[in-house]
């Protein structure tokens, strides 16, 4: 458990190059190891074919001097005879140099010892042999012990024989068993490859790959508006640092963002700043009218008029505070929260806040029920719904009809609503930017061009879609479609 412990630690403290560099040495090694065995059993098969090939032609001169050993023993001819000692002579010769180079390629050196001690007592006999046949080959072949001489020729020259096929029978053997070591080292070898494959594939999948996924991920919900952090990678290398930066940049995103919407929210208080003006003078004004007659009345008696004129002062108050109420709410910076909200109450505090902005010749329709509520954030959406209605008005400028819908589709789990206005509509080349930031077709100073693209951030934030219908001298109908 200690040890394993230990590898993983070094594996969490080992930079992304240097995991790439150990899983290659490792590889390597693997491999290497795969290669000398597979290179030492193909040296042992050369070794012994070297062997068999030497023993080989030993037994061919072996079998050679038993063919002229036969051959004179049948023909009693000179010629056999000394044919036989020369070949007995080769195969002297040639186990001396098996004995000699090829010493450490073999096994046991009994067996090769053992070996010679027979040839040489082969030549011997045989030496013998032609001792006695020589001074008098016209004799009868069976005076003065020949018979024995061959007889213990013969018997020489037989187990000399067995003794070199058995032994050249033993070393094919040993090579049977070599290949198939060897193949047993392929197998290995092929398996041990395979397992290295995985592990790669492996090793690539959980240090590179899956980091890589993760971060992808993060990346495509910035670009899509949720400013979600990517998941801790504890990876201890490069990527780790990365998404740790990359958190980072996501947390200073998101500050941006807020800031960029209520930079934007301070920029329509400023274009409703004339109107929530005129919306506060007016209740001043009828409060001012009030005191001052209640002033110079203070005498009367008739006390129902003067109550009469306390409850239109404390109207009046009630108006202004629900002004300032809904101007402090539409300003008020917050954190996305996303409740139940009753939709028509909403566009009714946006209206109060833009009634004075909206000229007598657009007629304002309002097509929502009563209790009709949507899970959405109320200030976002206020936002929302005051850019639309603002640009909306700045198309109508000789009139016309704007107008605000909604319904809810329980099937679909979608809440949708829209804002249309009789317009001059939007010019098709302009229809896939309008919701890029900083693009506008008004006049400089006249807009910041972030209106939209700010409205996208917040419907995309909710996890819902904004559409834009629009044909030029017809108008233009936004329609946001958010999960409920």
Not at 103 to 123: F, G, M
Not at 272 to 280: F, P, R
Not at 317 to 344: G, N, T
Request: net charge negative.
């Amino acid at each position: 458990m200690a040890s394993l412990m230990a590898i993983h630690c070094l594996q969490m403290k080992l930079k992304l190059r240097q995991k790439i560099f150990l899983h290659f040495l490792i590889f390597m090694a693997v491999n290497g190891a795969i290669w000398f065995f597979n290179y030492y059993s193909n040296e042992k098969i050369s070794e012994k074919l070297i062997i068999i090939e030497k023993k080989k032609d030993l037994l061919d001169t072996v079998l050679e001097a038993r063919r002229y050993e036969k051959n004179f023993f049948l023909r009693h001819q000179k010629e056999d005879l000394e044919q036989a000692l020369y070949y007995i002579e080769e195969t002297a010769r040639k186990q001396q140099i098996i004995e000699s180079r090829y010493a450490h390629l073999l096994e046991n050196l009994a067996p090769v010892q053992r070996r010679t001690e027979e040839i040489s007592q082969y030549r011997l006999k045989m030496k013998a042999l032609y001792d006695v046949y020589m001074p008098g080959m016209d004799e009868h072949p069976g005076k003065n012990g020949i018979e024995e001489i061959q007889q213990d020729v013969a018997r020489l020259g037989r187990r000399l024989t067995s003794d070199i096929e058995a032994v050249e029978q033993s070393e094919k053997e040993r090579v049977y068993r070599l290949l198939n070591v060897s193949r047993d080292y392929l197998v290995a070898s092929l398996v041990s490859l395979f397992f290295l494959a995985v592990l790669t594939a492996f090793f690539l999948i959980r240090n590179v790959n899956r980091p890589l996924k993760r971060i992808e991920a993060g990346i495509r919900r910035i670009a899509k508006g949720e400013y979600d952090k990517i998941p801790k990678l504890s990876s201890g290398d490069e990527f780790e640092s990365l998404a740790d930066s990359l958190n980072h940049m996501i947390e200073e995103l998101d500050k941006r963002k807020d800031q960029l919407v209520q930079a934007e929210k301070m920029s329509s208080l400023g274009t409703l700043t004339s109107g929530v003006a005129h919306e506060l003078n007016n209740p001043l004004n009828n409060i001012s009218t009030s005191v001052q007659i209640i002033s110079e009345e203070l005498e009367d008696p008739n006390m129902d008029f003067k109550r009469n004129l306390l409850t239109e002062v404390e109207a009046q108050i009630d108006r202004a505070r629900d002004i300032i109420r809904a101007l402090l709410e539409f300003s008020r910076q917050s954190r996305f929260s996303v409740e139940p909200v009753v939709f028509k109450n909403l566009v009714r505090s946006t209206m109060h806040l833009i009634a004075s902005e909206i000229p007598p010749g657009i007629e304002v329709v309002v097509d929502v029920a009563d209790d009709l509520a949507g899970k959405l954030d109320p200030r976002r959406i206020q936002q929302v719904l005051l850019n639309l209605i603002i640009n909306a008005v700045h198309a109508m400028e000789d009139g016309g009809t704007l107008t605000i819908s909604a319904k809810k589709d329980v099937d679909a789990g979608e809440f949708t609503f829209t804002v249309a206005d009789t317009g001059l509509g939007i010019p098709k080349e302009n229809l896939a930017r309008i919701f890029d930031p900083f693009f506008t077709t008004r006049d400089v100073g006249k807009g910041s061009g972030l209106g939209l693209s700010i409205i996208h951030g917040i419907i995309e934030q909710h996890g819902g879609t904004i559409t834009v219908d629009s044909e030029e001298g017809e108008g233009t109908v936004f329609s946001i479609r958010l999960p409920d």
